[in-house]
């Protein structure tokens, strides 16, 4: 388990432990039953295609989950204030993403440091984009 | 198309919905479905809280204000993003209280012509007064 950071321990530049995961079609429904977004765009190929999608796709909100998941591992619970994510693709399911970040500044005095973070397919395209505040020990 | 939007829209609350009390098994299917795998997030006790993003699963019974220009096809669209700040964690037992107002709206045009941008500000606390998460809810509509 991941253990708070403290500043002298973060660099500007450093990058955030890259996680690697398949996200198949049974987590996805399964994100979908547990966070209220229960529709056919995110947990039926054939409902996902009547609304013009190429099939099921991941919640938006399963991303932003993923990339604060991601960032705690590397900062420890309950260490990130803020996260602004753009969706700019697709997350389609049964398929390998990876979930990246790096640090973009560090303020010493607040503790805090600002990541630059993403989520992007196995092919290296950026799908979901964002920033976060963390705090520091 | 220009938009025609009354100024004094923006900022007022136009829904304030309490869900909850918010049970031990919801939080743990939440922190699960993400593949949590630390005991505050998974294992059901004293010690049990929601993952961070557990409260962007709420959202107002009504999920935009009545007002909006008609040039905005409320009908069709898509999440084009979020900003969230954090607060305290949810826990079980936990009402959600979730005041709805509209933040901003703006209009980029792209290749493809407008895009409307209507961006919606949850503000969520809890049965104590503690603030739980504010959520700006970023939707593009053509």
Redesign the interface.
């Known amino acids: 388990?991941a253990v708070p950071l403290r500043p002298s321990e973060v660099q500007e530049g450093d990058e955030l432990p890259a996680r690697e995961?398949f996200l198949s079609k049974e987590?996805v429904r399964?994100?979908a039953?547990?966070?209220?977004?229960w529709s056919p765009r995110f947990t039926d190929d054939e409902g996902a295609r009547k609304e013009g999608l190429p099939g099921m796709i991941t919640p938006?909100?399963?991303s932003?989950?993923?990339l604060?998941?991601m960032v705690?591992a590397w900062a420890g619970?309950?260490s990130?204030?803020?996260?602004?994510?753009?969706?700019r693709g697709l997350v389609l399911p049964d398929r390998t993403v990876r979930l990246c970040g790096a640090v973009t500044g560090k303020d010493e005095r607040a503790r805090t440091v600002e990541l630059d973070v993403w989520l992007e397919s196995d092919e290296g395209e950026r799908l979901v984009i964002?920033t976060a505040t963390v705090a520091l020990a | 198309m220009p938009l025609d939007l009354d100024p004094s829209i923006i900022g007022r609350e136009f829904d304030h919905t309490v869900y909850g009390p918010v049970e031990a098994e919801e939080l743990v299917a939440f922190s699960r479905a993400l593949g949590a795998t630390r005991p505050e997030y998974i294992e059901p006790g004293a010690e049990l809280v929601g993952h961070p993003t557990f409260p962007v699963r709420y959202k107002g019974r009504k999920f935009y204000p009545e007002n909006l220009p008609a040039t905005i096809d409320v009908r069709r669209g898509f999440d084009a993003g979020k900003d969230i700040q954090l607060g305290v964690p949810v826990r079980p037992g936990d009402m959600i209280d979730v005041r709805s107002t509209l933040h901003e709206v703006y209009e980029k045009t792209g290749r493809t012509g407008s895009m409307y941008f209507v961006v919606i500000r949850f503000t969520m606390t809890n049965q104590r007064g503690e603030m739980l998460a504010v959520i700006d809810n970023r939707f593009m509509h053509r």
Not at chain 1, 33 to 37: E, H, Y
């Open positions: 388990m995961l987590q399964a994100y039953r547990a966070g209220g977004q938006g909100n399963m932003l989950g993923l604060v998941a705690e619970p309950g990130v204030r803020r996260l602004g994510v753009t969706f964002g």
